[in-house]
T-cell receptor, first 113, second 114 residues
């Protein structure tokens, strides 16, 4: 089992640029979650999908953030345009079912200059 | 909606000492409870979970947790801490009959002194 795979592991870019974070969930998992982790706010749930369909995006901070899941093995989180306050570690997680433990990727550390 | 509180931001213990990390939740229905650990530069890893049954749950790495409904708590314990246990620990609660999607606490940072 390869686990949840996120790319890139690190991203440094300038303010105003588009950022795309990628996630490959564990095969067979029906749920996919995107989180943001900062010192100030802790771990925040941004959005989650069930069978590739977005279920709850109430945690997405602004319209600059968007997420897609075109198929069961791939999801993206985009920020356009990026701002320095978006700097954080972004995690993707997947779970077999809604109430099952989530498996986390190693995260993408994003720095917006 | 369910909520979870980890009252301690930081905990410092000496290697070999016992450990208890506190977790309190707020929800009327039977909760699903989890403890995760996060080492620096890594994602969260499941330590243990409680769904039903025996209220004392054993997990990986020698950890255990006890569900106490009367106190709305799910504290994590380890009898003897190793230096490698230094990490961030997160409690999470999901609820049957409502949103199963777990809500995470703010985390407790464990510092281990030699």
């Amino acid at each position: 089992d390869a686990g949840v795979i996120q790319s890139p592991r690190h991203e440094v870019t300038e303010m105003g640029q588009e950022v795309t974070l990628r996630c490959k969930p564990i095969s067979g998992h029906d749920y996919l979650f995107w989180y943001r982790q900062t010192m100030m706010r802790g771990l925040e749930l941004l959005i989650y999908f069930n069978n590739n369909v977005p279920i709850d995006d109430s945690g997405m901070p602004e319209d600059r953030f968007s997420a897609k899941m075109p198929n069961a093995s791939f999801s993206t989180l985009k920020i356009q345009p990026s701002e320095p306050r978006d700097s954080a570690v972004y995690f993707c997680a997947s779970s077999l079912r809604e109430n099952q433990p989530q498996h986390f990727g190693d995260g993408t550390r994003l720095s917006i200059l | 909606a369910q909520s979870v509180t980890q009252p301690d931001i930081h905990i410092t213990v000496s290697e070999g000492a016992s450990l208890e990390l506190r977790c309190n939740y707020s929800y009327g229905a039977t909760p699903y409870l989890f403890w995760y650990v996060q080492s620096p530069g890594q994602g969260l890893q499941l330590l243990l979970k409680y769904f039903s049954g025996d209220t004392l749950v054993q997990g990986i790495k020698g950890f255990e947790a006890e569900f106490k409904r009367s106190q709305s708590s799910f504290n994590l314990r380890k009898p003897s801490v190793h230096w490698s246990d230094a990490a961030e620990y997160f409690c999470a609660v999901g609820a049957s009959g409502g949103s199963y999607i777990p809500t995470f606490g703010r985390g407790t940072s464990l510092i281990v002194h030699p």
